[in-house]
């Protein structure tokens, strides 16, 4: 079971070794952004790795919004990021699922999406899996619940995208995590990756507030099910530095070894 963090991008190498950590996940520039990535000079290196790589896309990619001033330059970059993701070795971009304004039916996002695989197909693909995103709150988002999950996957399924489960989210978002990983995959059929978050905040409260393991209001034993349901790497997207992220990977590795 591979067990990692989020770490900072000028050297995810070396953060995965101060962390003991087996995957990394990073962004390619800024996570509030819109520019392209830049090639890294270390391409090479992370390719050849035996650290696993995963790529966060930015925050501000929304491909369901029916606002084309957003959805076109989200779709672009998307593309953009996957593309720099892959030539990498990256397994995978995570992004989160976006969501619709409160005068727009929601099956205009679900169609956005798909166009934004379609769009990406035409362009000769992603290069690697695109990891779609739970997320916690708002009442218009297309992966807040799993209703709107499984019509969001009706739209794109046949483009055969990735999930990302985040436990935060999920335990935010009103989704309860005992049944969390079943109920997923019976509409996903897998989880490519789980992010192992405490919550700062209530069940259903809709607020993203990660915290460290054992600092919030999840039980880590159910965290450690979760991964070991989900049969996926994990990274830690907590607070603190090097020392307090490691400390939140033992206790991940002690539990579900238990």
Same mark, same amino acid.
């Given at each position: 079971?591979?067990? +990692?963090?989020?770490?900072?991008?000028?050297?995810?190498?070396?953060?995965?070794?101060?962390?003991?950590?087996?995957?990394?996940?990073?962004?390619?520039?800024?996570?509030?952004?819109?520019?392209?990535?830049?090639?890294?000079?270390?391409?090479?290196?992370?390719?050849?790795?035996?650290?696993?790589?995963?790529?966060?896309?930015?925050?501000?990619?929304?491909?369901?919004?029916?606002?084309?001033?957003?959805?076109?330059?989200?779709?672009?970059?998307?593309?953009?990021?996957?593309?720099?993701?892959?030539?990498?070795? !990256?397994?995978?971009?995570?992004?989160?699922?976006?969501?619709? *304004?409160?005068?727009?039916?929601?099956?205009? +996002?679900?169609?956005?999406?798909?166009? /934004?695989? /379609?769009?990406?197909?035409?362009?000769?693909?992603? +290069?690697?899996?695109?990891?779609?995103?739970? %997320? @916690?709150?708002?009442?218009?988002?297309? &992966?807040?619940?799993?209703?709107?999950? @499984?019509?969001?996957?009706?739209?794109?399924?046949?483009?055969?995208?990735?999930?990302?489960?985040?436990?935060?989210? &999920?335990?935010?978002?009103?989704?309860?995590?005992? %049944?969390?990983?079943?109920?997923?995959? /019976?509409? *996903?059929?897998?989880?490519?990756?789980?992010?192992?978050?405490?919550?700062?905040? @209530?069940?259903?409260?809709?607020?993203?507030?990660? !915290?460290?393991?054992?600092? +919030?209001?999840?039980?880590?034993?159910?965290?450690?099910?979760?991964?070991? !349901?989900?049969?996926?790497?994990?990274?830690?997207? *907590?607070?603190?530095?090097? %020392?307090?992220?490691?400390?939140?990977?033992?206790?991940?590795?002690?539990?579900? *070894?238990?």
């Amino acid at each position: 079971m591979r067990i +990692g963090s989020h770490v900072d991008q000028d050297d995810p190498l070396a953060e995965a070794e101060a962390r003991q950590a087996d995957v990394v996940q990073f962004f390619l520039g800024d996570p509030q952004g819109w520019k392209k990535p830049a090639p890294r000079d270390d391409a090479e290196i992370l390719r050849g790795s035996k650290v696993q790589i995963f790529i966060h896309a930015p925050y501000v990619i929304n491909v369901a919004s029916p606002n084309n001033r957003i959805r076109v330059p989200s779709r672009r970059l998307l593309l953009q990021q996957a593309q720099a993701a892959a030539a990498i070795g !990256a397994d995978g971009l995570i992004v989160h699922g976006g969501h619709v *304004t409160k005068d727009t039916d929601m099956s205009v +996002g679900f169609e956005n999406w798909r166009k /934004a695989f /379609a769009y990406a197909a035409e362009q000769g693909g992603f +290069g690697l899996p695109v990891l779609i995103e739970n %997320t @916690a709150g708002g009442n218009f988002a297309c &992966a807040r619940h799993l209703d709107n999950l @499984a019509r969001l996957w009706d739209a794109v399924g046949e483009y055969e995208p990735g999930f990302c489960l985040d436990t935060c989210h &999920a335990h935010a978002g009103g989704e309860v995590l005992d %049944t969390v990983v079943d109920r997923v995959k /019976a509409i *996903t059929g897998k989880i490519d990756l789980v992010h192992a978050n405490d919550s700062r905040d @209530a069940f259903n409260s809709g607020r993203d507030r990660h !915290a460290n393991l054992g600092a +919030g209001n999840i039980d880590p034993g159910t965290i450690a099910d979760i991964i070991s !349901a989900a049969g996926s790497p994990a990274v830690v997207e *907590t607070p603190g530095d090097a %020392t307090a992220q490691a400390a939140d990977i033992a206790l991940i590795r002690k539990l579900t *070894t238990r």
